[in-house]
Nanobody, 122 residues
């Protein structure tokens, strides 16, 4: 299984970025997908998740209304549209895959991508 995240970069506060995560080696539609992030000196935290069918999503309170997770099962890709970015969104963002539905704890995610850096300047 490989998860390849991309789309990170440097953006000013208030700007937008769209992260992508291309998956291979798994039956993509059977997996819930999640985005997590880890800022320097902090623990990894859940950002957003979407179940296999794409019909249900879940967000951390800190990103609700600003971030949108979506997926294209035909392309085996999950996306994270990030709008109204804040300096506190600066982190290494990871995508991950889980066979568990409805529990977004990182312990349920067995496959992880390599991370893509998002830096938001003030």
């Amino acid at each position: 299984v490989q998860l390849q995240a991309s789309g990170g970069g440097l953006v000013q506060a208030g700007g937008s970025l769209r992260l992508s995560c291309a998956a291979s080696g798994l039956t993509f539609s059977r997996y819930s997908m999640g985005w997590f992030r880890q800022a320097s000196g902090k623990e990894r935290e859940f950002v957003a998740g979407i179940i296999g069918s794409g019909s249900s999503t879940h967000y951390a309170d800190s990103v609700k209304g600003r971030f949108t997770i979506s997926r294209d099962n035909a392309k085996a890709t999950v996306y994270l549209q990030m709008n109204s970015l804040k300096p506190e969104d600066t982190a290494l963002y990871y995508c991950a895959a889980s066979r568990t539905i409805g529990d977004w704890s990182s312990r349920n995610f067995g496959f992880w991508g390599q991370g893509t850096q998002v830096t938001v300047s003030s």
